[in-house]
């Protein structure tokens, strides 16, 4: 104990920009070798080059971290870096320890044999820096920057081409788009981004100077913001800087004020959009934060948050859905529509602002948080009434009313109205993916979609971003709100509410077990490659529970309904004994009572919904008393 204290006080006068001189083991640092295939994927790959295989890549929440060191403790002050404990070989899971290059290495190696050519683009949603968690070791300019490089460089490895010598176009050195995004750990401070052009947006521009397209460049050097057309003529990924929404960001103030850069890259995001349905296109909205929005946990100021759910809703024809990161969690949240308020947007009305809060997101606060989301979801319109056979299976019938009749509206109708209409267009979705870094389990997700119709060559498109003169600062022109564009009358429901091309089909979770993995290796190290794998958690396409046929509005109204419901129907229900895991000390307490209390059973949607939030890192006793139980 002696000697690590003395470390913990010699370290910080040692290092430099790495941990060149941290102790670490060797032989995990290196990249794995190709191991053989141990895929979980249950369709078939498609490896034709230049063919859409209709699947792409969700990454999220790397931080890697180059301190880690093996058998060091896990406790909060220690971080990994430090003592002895139980920090396994690649990665401490369940704790707050980022992750081990060993790790990143072996992500990058299973992504190289089970997913490569078979994947289209990747979505890459930030934070690729360690955390500034040990006050021993504060992170430097450097390191950020190094760890960001070190992930470029595991996607050169792996999708990079290997027939691109003379290529002067940096942009054309992968074999599929990969879209970038500032995480909330990818500057220093962590969470402060001030208005660009800055030191982060000029530092990023050469980082990612292979995966920002050349017209998107000043659009990224402004604010940290671009899009890539990942099928060309047909389908967008929009790379939103969530820093300016952040509510943990001390220097932004919301999205109502013209000079702020969250009011600017909204505008921007309106041009981009109006601009893509001008030439029938889709867009994939991506960034880092997601819009949380309950009691307890609002990350986006509310202002950005109103114009982001106008967006959605002004845009619902062109919006596939949205992608992000940041909480550690897997889960998804709806926007609701009916929830805007046109005079906080335009700034005529001062929103109620919570106080700032930490940025942590502990297992504490994610249950409360998560509890909070079942609860605005119990009051979802006619919650999970809809039970007829072809609506459970993702087929919704057209009712259409007479309005010259006086005929009563049957509840199906009432139904619809209230969710905006057969397609539920009140409504859209979030989806936000569990991280790699193993607060939990370490995670992928593998998406699904339709590709009917679609072109089939991919690559980059060079197109020029559509511009529209707006000054910044106000000192020109008084400024008058533009109001998005709402959909043609004639149009038909976008892809993210009627099913059609590019609407998402579901997607695939994987987790690697580090519980067994790092045991497995503590046993025999020399096996490390076979060892390592990203397992299946579920496909959303298969599932029972969530009985998803795709992800259209209508089926995640529903799967939110039933999660919610307190009252579950008995198919919802996971049937328990009266004495199931009671434990003896309750038995015995109660046994002189004449009638005890009839024992609760669980919804099991919301059981199921907890326990993948945590990536089945929670054991059932832990989960059941956590988030309770439901009357039977």
Known sequence: ??????????????????????????????????????????????????????????????????????????DADDACHWGQGSAGAFGAERTDCDSPISLVNATFQWINDNLKDSIDFIVWTGDSARHDNDELIPRTEEQVIDLNELLVTKFIEVFGKDDNINDTDPTNDFTIPIVPNFGNNDILPHNIFTQGPNRWTRAFSHVWRKFIPEEQRHSFERGGWFFVEVIPNRLAVFSLNTLYFFNSNTAAD??????????????????????????????????HVPPARTESKQSWDETCWQKYTLWLQQY????????????????????????????????????????????????QSSAEYLTELRSGWSQLPGKAKIRNKEARNGIWPSFDLDAKTNKR???????????????????????VGASVVPNYYPTLRVFEYNTTGVEEDIGYAAVSEHEESHNRGGHSKRHRFVMPKPPSKSQPPGPAYSPQSLSLLGYTQYFANLTRINAAFASNPTSAKSQFIYELEYDTRNDTIYGLSDLT????????????SYKPRADDLLPQDVDDDLSVAKKNKHKKKKHHKKRKAINKVWYAFVNRAFVGAKDEDTLRDQFGFVED
């Open 1 to 74: 104990m002696a000697m690590t204290a003395l470390l913990k006080l010699l370290v910080p006068l040692l290092l430099g920009a790495t941990a060149s001189n941290c102790t670490v083991d060797v032989t995990l640092q290196k990249p794995l070798t190709a191991a053989p295939v141990t895929s979980e994927l249950n369709r078939p790959a498609t490896t034709s080059p230049g063919k859409l295989r209709g699947r792409f890549l969700h990454i999220t929440d790397v931080h890697p971290d180059r301190f880690y060191i093996q058998a060091s403790s896990t």
């Open 254 to 287: 919301g999205c109502a004020d013209r000079s702020e850069p969250g009011y600017e890259q909204f505008e921007w995001l309106r041009i981009q959009l109006q601009f893509l349905r001008q030439r029938g296109m889709k867009a994939i909205l991506m960034g």
């Open 316 to 363: 619902r024809d062109v919006i596939v859905g949205g992608l992000y990161g940041h909480m550690n969690i897997d889960h998804f949240m709806l926007q609701d529509s009916r929830q805007i308020d046109i005079k906080v947007i335009i700034g005529e009305v001062e929103p109620t602002k919570k106080p700032r809060k930490s940025n942590d997101f502990s297992i």
């Open 409 to 431: 509206k049957s509840k199906h109708e009432r139904f619809l109205e209230k969710i905006g209409g057969e397609w539920g267009e009140r409504y859209s979705a979030t989806l």
């Open 553 to 564: 509005m209508r089926n995640c109204i529903d799967l939110a309904a039933r999660i919610g």
